[in-house]
């Protein structure tokens, strides 16, 4: 538009101050016309570029904020890597940790299965010797067998006492006697004599009931251990069941005699066990 007027200026003033040929405002008009399309073409250009222009500054906003959203990323990663490189020190640490306490707990089953193995060899020992010691007929009245690492020597009845009564007879201290050797030579277990009867009510005016004649019997077998056969007395004890301990019901006079009886119960010591224990590994 700034071109056309500045054209119709000129065109007037000269058209004012002189007289134009023909030829001459033929060529002014020619020129006028290619102004005319020259000023469209910019025209259209600066509106072209006015398009681009927003265009690049949408791009570059655009672009402004994929930035920003790369950088929190990066950020975001960046905290990741931090956290899970403090994570991963500190399962270094704790596994670390539970590889000593796995070492640990395995040094201490060692040790418990190796005190477990000693005692088993020398329960089966003990057994041996029990049972090489004792005649065929001691063996008709005595049993001897290792349960769950504590051997049992149960006598019967009939051997060692008279019917309802506590005294020991002289064919079972015999017995005793050749079981003491055998005590003797094990001095690291202890002995608990333990004294069983049948579920017939005793009828001695001395004796109250099974539970008194079980442990007035079990009494008598630890005195002879020690009196006559020098059973140091700290290693024994004595206790009655009563009718109370079957190992089979009091249905038939055979089983009655089954349940009657006295067993000698040798344990090994637990000082090592109770060692080990106290050695046993924390728990945080």
């Not at 019997?217 to 700290?234: H, M, W």
């Amino acid at each position: 538009m700034k071109l056309k007027s500045i054209f119709c200026l000129a065109l007037t003033a000269l058209l004012a101050t002189s007289c134009v040929s023909k030829k001459d405002y033929t060529n002014l008009q020619t020129k006028y016309d290619e102004l005319q399309l020259m000023y469209g073409s910019t025209r259209d250009e600066l509106l072209g570029c006015n398009g681009d222009v927003k265009s690049l500054q949408a791009q570059l906003e655009n672009c402004n904020q994929t930035n920003n959203d790369l950088r929190n990323d990066l950020k975001d990663v960046k905290d990741a890597l931090s956290k899970s490189m403090e994570n991963n020190s500190q399962g270094n640490a704790n596994i670390s940790k539970l590889v000593d306490e796995i070492n640990a707990s395995n040094k201490y089953i060692k040790q418990l299965v190796e005190a477990k193995s000693k005692s088993d060899s020398l329960n089966l020992a003990l057994t041996n010797k029990l049972t090489r010691s004792l005649d065929t007929k001691e063996l008709n009245d005595v049993d001897v067998k290792v349960l769950k690492g504590v051997v049992y020597i149960s006598l019967a009845d009939n051997m060692l006492f008279k019917s309802g009564s506590y005294e020991v007879s002289a064919q079972a201290k015999s017995t005793l006697e050749k079981i003491a050797k055998i005590l003797k030579d094990f001095k690291d277990f202890d002995v608990l004599v333990e004294g069983n009867t049948d579920n017939v009510p005793i009828s001695r005016t001395n004796i109250r009931n099974n539970w008194d004649l079980s442990a007035l019997r079990a009494s008598s077998v630890v005195q002879v251990l020690q009196n006559d056969f020098g059973i140091n007395p700290a290693r024994l004890s004595a206790a009655g069941r009563g009718e109370y301990n079957p190992v089979t019901d009091n249905d038939t006079e055979a089983h009655k005699q089954m349940n009657r009886r006295t067993q000698i119960i040798i344990t090994p010591k637990l000082d090592e066990f109770m060692d080990l224990i106290d050695q046993a590994p924390a728990e945080d």
